[in-house]
Structures are given as structure tokens and as C-alpha cells.
């Protein structure tokens, strides 16, 4: 009786060990290794059933060859996988594992040399190369809450040539239904997991497609920000020294970092995208087009008109007069319609010039505004000549603020979702990436100090891959070294953070991602 409650705490610290084990490949060690050490077993073997119903190797170990395939060992374990099913579709019902998994019961073999019904020849020739004798083989299989076979649990060769005893199957039988609920939690999770990661995914590919000109920035800030929060990890120097992000701070750096444009969601895409001072769902620049050629025929239908009005004050037959006049009327039609040409091409290049406007420009502009196209509408609308006065770029000021309020939109989005605990501050880093080191940043207009660590690195993560990004529409391919120099401008008033920078250039963060997303030209330092 006292062996026997021995027996049940062993299996109870088992249980509870195993299910606090949340890395795959240990805990299907720990399943074998514990199973081994319950029943004496020399070896044993741990199968995965695949999606395409195969038996993968997962772990191998023999004490007495002192062999350790897979699991936490550096060596992978070289056996191919094995069919649960023959080509015409019948149970693999030959081999052991197959016959235990198909049919979900255990199955206990007193000497594989003298086994009937099931096929040995891999096991023999494994012996015959070692030099080692398999005898009883103990093959359960470990089920999950729906009653399928998830894994496969082998032992061979209990202590002294003896059999596996009732008292072993029991409790490999109760060990495999332990290990059948941790790995069924384990698999659950990890699926949550995959499935919310997946989700991201998505969201991050949509807001890349609705803006083709920002290209893949939402994949690619992630692998940046990772690679910096790794570096600040190595960092022995300076201020960051000693910080160290555990793998659940980073995991929660990358979602957030995925995450950090989902605002743009709701940013019209005419706005995102406006490659022209006029563009909205259109460019409406065709509409000014349309009212100087309104004009230009008014001009047109008004030479016309001076014409017969001559005939009306003259006698026809004053052929040289006609000549002299009519030639004064055609060349003053040709030099209004010549300078409304010359207008009209003028407005269409500045409506694809980002360059900033002078004020010789907004002048103009004015005077255009003012002047009527000949169907009671001025040649530019209140709008438009707003579109066409932007001091630099192609956005106005309203629209800026519309760009910005993704932002907004972005914690709005974020803070609504439940996220479990080690993602709780995903909402305020995914929003911080607007903000600036001197406070003058958006949408919150925080300082260095109140701008968390993670949010300044994806901060720099974000900037670095908009500068250097080689597939822009809108800008070259920079090299790394006018990168850089832009960079340390923003790091010099304030927009970035100095700490995080130097980081970021001394471990070099930045090169694994170079090598794999820029340009060979572009990577000059």
C-alpha cells in the first residue's frame, strides 16, 4: 500500500508538471521520459499523428545504446514516417503503432521475434546493426477530448529480460491519458494561437493592399522591430543596458507592430493614396480641362461672332478691309486660346508637383480662381485652388488630420478587442508609432519618458522601413548611408529616440533585414 501511494504522487507530480510545460518538444520528452521511468522501459519511442495520417518520429531514446533522437536533442531522428493506411485505403494493420492508432487500444507484444500478425523486419534490422534484442514492446496510443489519437507512446524492454506486468500497462495507460490532456490543451492553445496570429495576418495584408504605394510595410516593420528588441536584449552599453524583453514582451512587440496601421482601415483610399494635388475618387484635374475648353470654345463662338458683325457694319464686297481685320480678330483668338493652353499645362504639371509652391504661384492661383469659364463657374473651384496652394506635398491640411486620425482609429480598434494578458499593452504601442521623443508627435503628443520602450522601438522600426524601402512609387531606392543620415537628422530634433537609435546602428539590428528586403546597391556601410 505504501508503494502504491508512492506510485500515485509519482503520477500526480507527473500530471502537474506536464501540464505547466508549454514547449512542444519538451513536453513530448517529458511524456517519453516519464513513461520510461514508470515502467523501467531500456527504450522508447513518442509518434505524432500528421494531418495526412502518417506516424512521424517525434523522439527516440535507448539507454542501454545510449541513443537520443529528437525532442530537446541536437540530433534528428533519422526514420522516415509511417503510413496509417495502405494504398487501397485498409488499415496499416502490419505494424504495430499503425494497428494501436487505427483501432485506439493498447497493444502488448511478450517477444517481437515471435509475434504474429505484425511486421518486425525494421525492428530486426535495427538489432542486427546494433547488436541489441528487442523483446516485449508496450505500444499505447494517446487520445485527445475527442477520443482521437494524437500521438503514439512505444516502450521496449523492461529490466531484466522480464515482460510488462499488468501493473506497467496500468500505468502507462494512465500516464497516456495524462499526457493525451496536456498535449490536447497544448495543441488548443498553440491553434488559438496560430488562429489569432493568422488574423493579424490578414488585417496586416489588407491595409498593405488597400495602399499599394506603402508596399508590404505592415509585414516588414515586425521583423525590424524584433531584430532591434533582440539587439537592446545583447546590449552591454549605454542606457539600455541590462533591459531585458522576455519572449512573451517581444511576441507582444511583433503583434503590435503587425497591428499599428490596422487604423488605416478606415482612411478613404483616395487620401492614402493621392499622387496629385486634385485627386480624389478622381483626379479633377479633367474637370478644370473641361471648363478652359468651355472657355476656349466661348472664345471661339465669340470670334465668330466679331466676324459676321463685320459683315453687318461693312459692305461685303471690301474684300482687302475683311482681310485686314479678320487677321487682327484671328490673331487675337490665337493668343487667348495659346495663353489658356499654356495656363491649362501649367496647372496640370502643378497638380503632379509635390515641390513647395511660391508665392508668385499662389498669386496665380488666385487670379485663375477669379476668372469665369464661360458658363458661369470660376476656372477653379474654392477646393481646388486650396488642392493646388499646398505648400509642400500633395495633402492639405484637413486631410492630413484625416491621415493622423488612423492613429486614433488604430487604439480605438485595438483596445476594444479582449487580448489576454501578456498582449494587454498591445493597443498603446501599436498607437505610440506617430509619437516623437520632444513631445511634439501624435496623437497624444507625448515625451521620450512617456513613451514606453517598446512603442520607441517600433517607432524606429516604422521610420527605417519607410525610408529604405525599395519598392516605393513615390521615392528611389535610398542606399543605407542616406538612410542613416536622415535618421540621425530626426534623431537631432527630437523626432527619434537617441537610445534606441544607437542601438539600432551599433549591434547593427538593421542588416539581417537589409540583406533580405533591400537592394545589394543599397547596402553601401
Given at each position: 500500500?505504501?508503494v502504491?501511494?508512492?506510485?500515485f504522487?509519482?503520477?500526480?507530480?507527473?500530471?502537474?508538471?506536464?501540464?505547466?510545460?508549454?514547449?512542444?518538444?519538451?513536453?513530448?520528452?517529458?511524456?517519453?521520459?516519464?513513461?520510461?521511468?514508470?515502467?523501467?522501459?531500456?527504450?522508447?519511442?513518442?509518434?505524432s499523428?500528421?494531418?495526412?495520417?502518417r506516424?512521424?518520429?517525434?523522439?527516440?531514446i535507448?539507454?542501454?545504446?545510449?541513443?537520443?533522437?529528437?525532442g530537446?536533442?541536437?540530433a534528428?531522428?533519422?526514420?522516415?514516417d509511417?503510413?496509417?493506411?495502405?494504398?487501397?485505403?485498409?488499415?496499416?494493420?502490419?505494424l504495430i503503432?499503425?494497428?494501436?492508432?487505427?483501432?485506439?487500444?493498447?497493444?502488448?507484444v511478450?517477444?517481437a521475434?515471435?509475434a504474429?500478425?505484425?511486421?518486425?523486419?525494421?525492428?530486426?534490422a535495427?538489432?542486427?546493426?546494433?547488436?541489441?534484442r528487442?523483446?516485449?514492446?508496450l505500444?499505447?496510443?494517446?487520445?485527445?477530448?475527442?477520443?482521437?489519437?494524437?500521438?503514439?507512446?512505444?516502450?521496449?524492454?523492461?529490466?531484466?529480460?522480464?515482460?510488462?506486468?499488468?501493473?506497467?500497462?496500468?500505468l502507462?495507460?494512465s500516464?497516456?491519458?495524462?499526457?493525451?490532456?496536456?498535449?490536447t490543451?497544448?495543441?488548443?492553445?498553440?491553434?488559438?494561437?496560430k488562429?489569432?496570429?493568422?488574423?493579424?495576418?490578414?488585417?496586416?495584408?489588407?491595409?498593405?493592399?488597400?495602399?499599394?504605394?506603402?508596399?508590404n510595410h505592415?509585414k516588414r516593420?515586425p521583423?525590424?522591430?524584433?531584430?532591434?528588441a533582440?539587439?537592446?536584449n545583447?546590449?552591454?552599453?549605454?542606457p539600455?543596458?541590462g533591459?531585458?524583453?522576455t519572449?512573451?514582451?517581444i511576441y507582444?512587440?511583433k503583434?503590435?507592430s503587425f497591428l499599428?496601421d490596422?487604423?488605416?482601415?478606415?482612411t478613404?483610399?483616395?487620401?492614402?493614396e493621392?499622387?496629385?494635388?486634385?485627386?480624389?475618387?478622381f483626379?479633377r484635374?479633367?474637370?478644370v480641362?473641361?471648363?478652359y475648353?468651355?472657355l476656349?470654345?466661348?472664345?471661339g463662338k465669340?470670334?465668330l461672332?466679331r466676324?459676321?458683325?463685320?459683315?453687318?457694319?461693312?459692305?461685303?464686297?471690301?474684300?482687302t478691309?475683311?482681310?485686314?481685320?479678320?487677321?487682327?480678330i484671328?490673331?487675337?483668338?490665337?493668343?487667348?486660346?495659346?495663353?489658356?493652353?499654356?495656363?491649362?499645362?501649367?496647372?496640370?504639371n502643378?497638380?503632379?508637383?509635390s515641390?513647395k509652391?511660391t508665392?508668385?504661384t499662389?498669386?496665380?492661383?488666385?487670379k485663375?480662381?477669379?476668372?469665369?469659364s464661360?458658363?458661369?463657374?470660376?476656372?477653379?473651384?474654392p477646393?481646388?485652388?486650396e488642392?493646388?496652394s499646398?505648400?509642400?506635398?500633395n495633402?492639405?491640411?484637413?486631410?492630413?488630420?484625416?491621415?493622423?486620425h488612423?492613429?486614433?482609429?488604430?487604439?480605438r480598434?485595438?483596445?476594444?478587442?479582449?487580448?489576454?494578458k501578456?498582449?494587454?499593452q498591445?493597443?498603446?504601442?501599436?498607437?505610440?508609432?506617430?509619437?516623437?521623443?520632444?513631445?511634439?508627435g501624435?496623437?497624444?503628443?507625448?515625451?521620450?519618458?512617456?513613451?514606453?520602450?517598446?512603442?520607441?522601438?517600433?517607432?524606429?522600426?516604422d521610420?527605417?522601413?519607410?525610408?529604405?524601402?525599395p519598392d516605393?512609387?513615390?521615392?528611389?531606392?535610398?542606399?543605407?548611408?542616406?538612410?542613416?543620415?536622415?535618421?540621425?537628422?530626426?534623431?537631432?530634433?527630437?523626432?527619434?529616440?537617441?537610445?534606441?537609435?544607437?542601438?539600432?546602428i551599433?549591434?547593427?539590428?538593421?542588416?539581417p533585414?537589409?540583406r533580405?528586403?533591400?537592394?545589394p546597391?543599397?547596402?553601401d556601410i
Amino acid at each position: 500500500m505504501h508503494v502504491d501511494q508512492k506510485i500515485f504522487e509519482r503520477l500526480n507530480e507527473i500530471g502537474i508538471a506536464l501540464s505547466k510545460e508549454q514547449r512542444r518538444e519538451v513536453l513530448l520528452e517529458l511524456i517519453l521520459k516519464h513513461a520510461k521511468e514508470l515502467t523501467g522501459a531500456d527504450g522508447g519511442t513518442l509518434y505524432s499523428v500528421t494531418h495526412d495520417q502518417r506516424l512521424h518520429f517525434e523522439i527516440s531514446i535507448s539507454t542501454s545504446l545510449g541513443l537520443h533522437f529528437g525532442g530537446t536533442s541536437s540530433a534528428t531522428v533519422p526514420y522516415k514516417d509511417l503510413p496509417l493506411f495502405l494504398e487501397d485505403g485498409s488499415f496499416n494493420d502490419t505494424l504495430i503503432v499503425a494497428y494501436a492508432v487505427n483501432h485506439k487500444k493498447t497493444v502488448h507484444v511478450k517477444d517481437a521475434y515471435e509475434a504474429h500478425g505484425f511486421d518486425f523486419s525494421g525492428t530486426r534490422a535495427f538489432d542486427s546493426k546494433t547488436g541489441y534484442r528487442t523483446r516485449a514492446v508496450l505500444t499505447i496510443p494517446i487520445k485527445n477530448h475527442e477520443n482521437d489519437v494524437i500521438c503514439c507512446l512505444q516502450l521496449i524492454n523492461p529490466p531484466g529480460e522480464q515482460d510488462f506486468d499488468a501493473a506497467d500497462i496500468q500505468l502507462a495507460e494512465s500516464l497516456a491519458s495524462q499526457a493525451g490532456v496536456a498535449l490536447t490543451n497544448h495543441l488548443l492553445i498553440d491553434s488559438l494561437r496560430k488562429l489569432f496570429e493568422s488574423l493579424i495576418r490578414v488585417i496586416a495584408e489588407a491595409v498593405d493592399e488597400k495602399s499599394p504605394s506603402t508596399g508590404n510595410h505592415s509585414k516588414r516593420v515586425p521583423i525590424l522591430a524584433v531584430l532591434l528588441a533582440d539587439a537592446i536584449n545583447d546590449t552591454t552599453e549605454g542606457p539600455l543596458q541590462g533591459i531585458h524583453f522576455t519572449p512573451a514582451e517581444i511576441y507582444e512587440i511583433k503583434i503590435s507592430s503587425f497591428l499599428h496601421d490596422c487604423g488605416k482601415i478606415t482612411t478613404p483610399v483616395h487620401i492614402i493614396e493621392k499622387q496629385s494635388k486634385l485627386q480624389t475618387i478622381f483626379d479633377r484635374i479633367e474637370l478644370v480641362h473641361m471648363r478652359y475648353n468651355t472657355l476656349i470654345q466661348k472664345i471661339g463662338k465669340e470670334m465668330l461672332a466679331r466676324k459676321l458683325q463685320w459683315f453687318e457694319l461693312h459692305h461685303p464686297q471690301e474684300f482687302t478691309a475683311a482681310q485686314k481685320d479678320f487677321a487682327l480678330i484671328d490673331a487675337q483668338y490665337h493668343d487667348q486660346v495659346r495663353q489658356l493652353e499654356d495656363e491649362k499645362l501649367w496647372l496640370q504639371n502643378l497638380n503632379l508637383t509635390s515641390g513647395k509652391a511660391t508665392e508668385e504661384t499662389i498669386q496665380r492661383l488666385g487670379k485663375i480662381a477669379h476668372t469665369d469659364s464661360g458658363s458661369g463657374q470660376p476656372l477653379l473651384t474654392p477646393n481646388e485652388l486650396e488642392n493646388l496652394s499646398i505648400p509642400h506635398g500633395n495633402l492639405t491640411e484637413s486631410e492630413k488630420e484625416i491621415i493622423r486620425h488612423h492613429v486614433v482609429m488604430t487604439y480605438r480598434m485595438l483596445s476594444q478587442l479582449d487580448f489576454p494578458k501578456e498582449l494587454r499593452q498591445v493597443p498603446e504601442i501599436a498607437s505610440s508609432h506617430h509619437e516623437r521623443a520632444d513631445g511634439k508627435g501624435y496623437p497624444r503628443g507625448l515625451k521620450k519618458d512617456e513613451i514606453s520602450l517598446q512603442a520607441r522601438i517600433l517607432i524606429v522600426a516604422d521610420t527605417f522601413e519607410a525610408l529604405s524601402a525599395p519598392d516605393r512609387p513615390y521615392k528611389p531606392a535610398l542606399p543605407l548611408s542616406e538612410v542613416f543620415q536622415i535618421m540621425e537628422g530626426m534623431v537631432a530634433d527630437g523626432h527619434l529616440d537617441q537610445d534606441v537609435y544607437d542601438v539600432f546602428i551599433k549591434k547593427k539590428a538593421y542588416l539581417p533585414y537589409a540583406r533580405q528586403f533591400l537592394m545589394p546597391e543599397q547596402i553601401d556601410i
